[in-house]
Nanobody, 115 residues
């Protein structure tokens, strides 16, 4: 049984930083594409950052230079370091693990950026 458990969300002031963590169990993440998505009420879930099994990364334009995705295969974990946060980053963030014909999601973690 595959599970993804996110942690690290919370409330922060504009300009602050948070680090999200997604720990996987029941599967070895080193072989798969992983991503962080976010969603706000009334909007579609948006892919924010992704990392391939080979370590190649990709980011949505709005977070380039501020967010960094990485993976720690030894800990079966993917991280999202978020710096210079602003109000537009407020959302529920979801971890995603994807194969060719399937995908798993975490339960989501709330990130709120507010003064």
């Amino acid at each position: 049984q595959v599970q993804l458990v996110e942690s690290g969300g919370g409330s922060v002031q504009p300009g602050g930083s948070l680090r999200l963590s997604c720990e996987a169990s029941g599967i070895n993440i080193r072989f798969f594409f992983m991503g962080w998505y976010r969603q706000t009420p009334g909007k579609q879930r948006e892919l924010v950052a992704s990392i391939t099994s080979g370590g190649s990364t990709n980011y949505v334009e709005s977070v380039k230079g501020r967010f960094t995705i990485s993976r720690d295969n030894a800990k079966n974990t993917v991280l999202l370091q978020m710096n210079s946060l602003n109000a537009e980053d407020t959302a529920v963030y979801y971890c995603n693990l994807r194969g060719s014909t399937w995908a798993y999601w975490g339960q989501g973690t709330q990130v709120t950026v507010s003064s």
